[in-house]
């Protein structure tokens, strides 16, 4: 599941995508706060380990 769209606001510790391997949902959180730029991913495709699945531009420093 894609949990953002292009344009979102997030904040550091949410949830961005969930992955399913051997029946096991693996949810990729933000490291810090941005705004989403690009959503990569696509349900149902399969992914491989270091693809870039959502790209997130981190707030000026100070903010967020």
Avoid: F, I, N, Y
């Amino acid at each position: 599941a894609v949990h953002v769209h292009v344009g979102d606001a997030v904040a550091a510790g949410a949830p961005l995508v969930t992955l399913e391997a051997m029946k096991t949902a693996h949810v990729v959180r933000a490291p810090s706060a941005g705004t989403v730029q690009a959503v990569r991913a696509t349900v149902g495709e399969a992914v491989k380990a270091g693809a870039l699945l959502v790209l997130l531009d981190a707030p000026p420093d100070g903010e967020g």
